[in-house]
């Protein structure tokens, strides 16, 4: 594998970036504003692996226990890291905005590829909406369940109304965010380097308080390293190989979403080289304070059968209660909350650059109006703004159906996935001797890197469609299956209506 030396900032000039752009048939739009450091501060916050793997540790201990909540994370980080390392050498050979579903076009260059990368491109779309409506519908069930900390009978959170309306400001908070932060070229870097250095402390604050805590109370214990090591539990019904690739889904939700990095690539000088550089970078750092973090838990967790029975439905309140009191644990919520809301505006900032990449390549409907770049603002304005009014739409679903909004919300990791997978396999059908090579490239690892990439997104994203258990009631059922089919029968009702004549059209 040939990691290229470079040294930290910009090695090659802003002009020589828009001529490398030009050659790939695209303009420059944007100023590249971000550092290595900004975009990898971004990347860190759009993954925020150790607060959404903790988030969802009620799921590991019925899947697996802490066996599957450490050991899988390992297995997890070492296979998402050939992803990285794939798609890096992808982004180093064509660095655009469009990402993913540009590398299928121009590995397969014909009608097929055309129509497989326009495919491609409505699942990563498709991943980002609904993954900035995750946060978005994961910070609501903070906001409101701190209401419950205080108030565990309180009523207010079975009101879909209240949720959606506090739903529909935050995706208001964060779209307009996203508009007023390119006016200014240092805001929106700035903001993320804030938001990196908060998670960042966050981590260190929540591991000393938990640690402290349990040290300082005599009522509370420490649980012993077999139990943090070795345990291993199945609660599903499933048998235990089946039960162990579910349980390493928790993993997997926490190191998804590194493609934010290839989004952001006309935002960020010498881009064939950083931005390899920082989506391993924080596949890493994420990997890393993910499993520090899950040892601690682990170690303090006091009764791991009570944090899936909290009133406000989030395992991560209760196991901050469990530990550190009332009192401590709102204001670690709050603090948590707080940095959330500042990494939803960074997922929404990569989903608002796919939105306008995939217009401005005559994908989208209405490509031509939604590709536009506003002169004033220095920003997708009216893709960003088409991408707030989608989110808000799925927050609608709080008024009838949440199961139909979980399946929603879950199947952006699915989607993203996917998208991963399909220009590494294709790199591997049509023979990596057709991949023009940058700076970053992997040499005779390569194949071996890509075989494993291809088997990581698709095992991954097939065992996100099953159920919690093997013989689920209609309640228990995932309908993630169900939401990704009807955006399958969307995207190719578009193609066959528009895309076919638009989307990168054959000469």
């Not at 990347?43 to 899988?72: E, Q, R, Y």
């Not at 204001?331 to 960074?346: E, K, M, P």
């Not at 709080?398 to 990791?413: G, H, N, P």
Request: charged content about 10%; glycine content about 8%; proline content about 4%.
């Amino acid at each position: 594998m040939n990691f290229e030396s470079h040294e930290l900032g910009v090695t090659k000039s802003v002009d020589q970036d828009a001529l490398d752009l030009i050659a790939l048939g695209h303009d420059q739009a944007f100023s590249r504003k971000f550092s290595l450091w900004s975009l990898l501060a971004l990347a860190f916050c759009v993954l925020g692996s150790w607060g959404a793997i903790s988030s969802d540790l009620a799921t590991g201990f019925s899947n697996g226990g802490p066996v599957i909540i450490l050991w899988g994370l390992v297995l997890v980080a070492l296979c998402n890291l050939c992803v990285v390392l794939s798609l890096g050498e992808l982004c180093s050979s064509m660095p655009t905005a469009l990402g993913q579903a540009y590398y299928v076009l121009r590995l397969c260059d014909s009608s097929t590829g055309r129509f497989l990368s326009y495919m491609c491109a409505w699942i990563n779309v498709f991943g980002w909406w609904t993954a900035t409506a995750t946060l978005v519908a994961f910070n609501t069930d903070f906001l409101l369940g701190m209401k419950l900390m205080f108030d565990p009978e309180w009523d207010g959170i079975s009101h879909g109304w209240l949720s959606f309306v506090v739903y529909l400001g935050l995706s208001l908070m964060v779209t307009v965010v996203n508009v007023v932060g390119c006016r200014k070229d240092p805001v929106l870097p700035c903001l993320n380097n804030v938001m990196g250095i908060g998670f960042v402390a966050l981590f260190v604050v929540f591991s000393l308080a938990f640690l402290i805590s349990v040290a300082t109370n005599p009522h509370l214990s420490f649980r012993t390293p077999t139990f943090a090591f070795g345990t291993w539990t199945n609660q599903t019904g499933w048998n235990d190989g089946v039960t162990w690739f579910i349980g390493l889904l928790q993993s997997a939700y926490g190191l998804t979403a590194f493609d934010s990095v290839i989004h952001m690539a006309e935002e960020i000088p010498d881009p064939r080289r950083n931005v390899p550089k920082a989506m391993y970078l924080a596949i890493l750092s994420g990997a890393g304070t993910s499993f520090v973090f899950m040892v601690i838990c682990l170690f303090c967790l006091q009764d791991e059968t009570t944090i899936a029975n909290d009133p406000s439905g989030l395992p991560f309140i209760g196991l901050a209660q469990q530990i550190v009191g009332l009192q401590g644990a709102a204001a670690l919520v709050a603090l948590f909350t707080i940095i959330s809301i500042g990494q939803n505006i960074s997922v929404a900032t990569t989903a608002s650059r796919m939105t306008w990449g995939f217009a401005r390549d005559g994908g989208f409907p209405w490509s031509k109006y939604f590709s536009h770049v506003d002169p004033f603002w220095k920003a997708p304005v009216r893709a960003t703004w088409a991408q707030g009014i989608i989110t808000a739409l799925i927050g609608v679903l709080y008024l009838f159906s949440t199961t139909v909004l979980q399946a929603i919300v879950s199947v952006s990791s699915i989607a993203l996935m996917i998208s991963y997978g399909m220009p590494i396999a294709t790199l591997l059908i049509v023979g990596r001797d057709k991949l023009y090579p940058g700076p970053f490239k992997l040499g005779k690892w390569g194949k071996t890197l890509n075989y494993v990439s291809v088997i990581t997104c698709t095992v991954v994203s097939v065992f996100f469609f099953f159920p919690g258990t093997p013989h689920p009631s209609g309640s228990d059922m995932n309908y993630a299956i169900a939401v990704f089919g009807a955006m399958l029968v969307v995207s190719l009702t578009f193609w066959l209506m528009k895309g076919r004549h638009t989307y990168f059209k054959l000469e």
